[in-house]
Every structure is written in C-alpha cells, then in structure tokens.
Nanobody, 115 residues
Framework: QVQLVESGGGLVQPGGSLRLSCAASGGIFSIYVMGWYSQAPGKQRELVALINNVGRTTYTDSVKGRFTITRDNAKNTVSLEMNSLIPEDTAVYFC?????????WGQGTQVTVSS
C-alpha cells in the first residue's frame, strides 16, 4: 500500500525557516509529479509548489523567491525549503504525488508562523 510520510513542520517565528520532507513508500512506481499543497483554517487546499520528473518546478506567486522544492527520484522523496516565513504561510501542508497508478496524499504537517 502506498504511503506518503511527511515531516518537518512546526512553530517558527516570522522570518524563520523550515524544511518539509515527504517520503513515498509501498511500491510506488513511475512518479510524474511531486508537490506540496497548503490548507489554512477555513480555506480550500491550494497549490504551493510542484516538481516534475525532470526537475521542472512551478510555484504559486506568494512563495516565489522564498520556497524551494526539490526531489530525489532514487529515494522517492520531495522536500520544501521554506525561508522568510510570514504569518500568512500558516497552514497544514500536504505532500502530493501523481504516479502512473494514480494520485496520493500525505496526512499533512502543521506549519505555524507566529511570534
């Protein structure tokens, strides 16, 4: 059974940094796109960043220049380096994988930016 396990969330002060990681396991093959989405309280889940299997990246405008998405194809992992965090980045962050067998979601990890 495919599992996505996220780690790295937490509480950070404005201007600080966090690194989120997500590892896919359970026999997942032919991963096309890996990404991160966020969901703030009372809001819909929305795209943060994507990376495809040749390293092409896409970012939502609000995180450009602050967040960096990377992936390790050999280990089936994706990471999100988040710098210059602001309170508006507070949300639950979900890892997403699109593979030949379908799409998968992680359980989410809380990121709170507050002084």
């Amino acid at each position: 059974q495919v599992q996505l396990v996220e780690s790295g969330g937490g509480l950070v002060q404005p201007g600080g940094s966090l690194r989120l990681s997500c590892a896919a396991s359970g026999g997942i093959f032919s991963i096309y796109v890996m990404g991160w989405y966020s969901q703030a309280p009372g809001k819909q889940r929305e795209l943060v960043a994507l990376i495809n299997n040749v390293g092409r990246t896409t970012y939502t405008d609000s995180v450009k220049g602050r967040f960096t998405i990377t992936r390790d194809n050999a280990k089936n992992t994706v990471s999100l380096e988040m710098n210059s965090l602001i309170p508006e980045d507070t949300a639950v962050y979900f890892c997403n994988v699109m593979a030949a067998a379908g799409g998968y979601w992680g359980q989410g990890t809380q990121v709170t930016v507050s002084s």
